[in-house]
């Protein structure tokens, strides 16, 4: 018979997982080693005398050897289980330092926050969020990217951002979304518009054949009116920021249509006017944005849970 006919013993196959013992049964097998009692290593590990016993004979049995002798006078190793116990040793040291590594990635993620939010939400909501995010997380550092919710998608899906908040329509592809609040936009103008001094409301024919100050393609606000219009909304001037388009409507340009949480101080000071605006749906979502199957964790979590209190 040729060597390669030769087997020396069982074939080894599956996972080493299921023929190693548990860290926990390992640390319990150190324990009684250590006490030389079982009953003081269960109470040790915080568990009781029979489930130690327990956890003990499905460990012999798993590895098929003895490893304790029980007395009354107390517990001790068999050779194989002083081996065992070796080798143990050198296992749980090793999950030991891998979980410091662990701890220490954990808490340099924990030390940053990057978030990309969509403008009228960056200039409108985070403060808020990121001052009560700072009375729990004093040591996070977080950064902001505030740009359109095209922009905004983009970071997430290239790694360069935690969490995002977007406030279109519908939720970019390769991202998953949790709504956190809920915004309507309204038809502005300065106070000397002949718009300000109507007393019924415009129809979406009128908005839409009227030139407006309009937020660039890729902004929420552009796609909700897009929406709203059939994509006939006809650009007087596109800008890149809200405030931007504000300015423009102030100093008598022409009328926009922006979120309510943008004009709430305008309105006040009368710099600009409501204009009422019936058969156009212009109510939208303000969502948080992730990547598709990696739920918020660590800072981006808490963060994410503020903007539902």
């Given at each position: 018979m040729s060597n390669a006919d030769e087997h020396t013993g069982p074939a080894v196959t599956g996972s080493v997982a299921h023929r190693v013992p548990d860290l926990g049964a390992l640390e319990l097998?150190?324990?009684?080693?250590?006490?030389?009692?079982?009953?003081?290593?269960?109470?040790?590990?915080?568990?009781?005398?029979?489930?130690?016993?327990?956890?003990?004979?499905?460990?012999?049995?798993?590895?098929?050897?003895?490893?304790?002798?029980?007395?009354?006078?107390?517990?001790?190793?068999?050779?194989?289980?002083?081996?065992?116990?070796?080798?143990?040793?050198?296992?749980?040291?090793?999950a030991e330092a891998f979980d410091v590594g662990a701890q220490a990635l954990r808490d340099r993620r924990d030390s940053r926050l990057r978030v990309a939010a969509s403008m009228t939400i960056a200039e409108y909501l985070l403060p808020g969020w990121l001052l009560a995010l700072r009375a729990q997380r004093p040591d996070t550092a977080v950064s902001l990217h505030a740009g359109n919710s095209a922009a905004v998608a983009k970071r997430l899906l290239s790694d360069e951002a935690d969490l995002g908040f977007v406030e279109g329509l519908s939720v970019p592809a390769g991202l998953d979304s949790a709504v956190i609040a809920h915004d309507r936009l309204i038809v502005v103008t300065a106070p000397g518009h002949a718009w300000a001094r109507r007393r019924r409301s415009l129809a979406a024919e009128e908005l839409a054949s009227t030139p407006l100050i309009l937020r660039e393609k890729g902004s929420g606000t552009r796609q909700v009116l897009d929406a709203a219009l059939g994509g006939l909304a006809r650009p007087l001037i596109e800008l890149s920021s809200t405030t931007a388009v504000k300015a423009a409507v102030v100093s008598g340009a022409g009328p926009a249509v922006l979120s309510e949480l943008a004009v709430g101080e305008e309105l006040a000071m009368r710099r600009l006017v409501s204009v009422p605006v019936e058969g156009v749906a212009l109510a939208r979502d303000l969502r948080a944005v992730w990547p598709t199957g990696h739920r918020p964790t660590g800072p981006a979590r808490d963060l994410l849970s503020l903007t539902r209190g």
């Open positions: 097998l150190l324990a009684v080693a250590r006490l030389g009692s079982l009953g003081g290593a269960a109470r040790e590990l915080g568990i009781t005398q029979p489930a130690a016993s327990s956890r003990i004979r499905s460990m012999e049995r798993q590895l098929g050897v003895a490893l304790v002798d029980r007395s009354p006078r107390g517990s001790r190793l068999t050779d194989a289980g002083a081996l065992v116990t070796d080798w143990a040793r050198r296992i749980v040291e090793a």
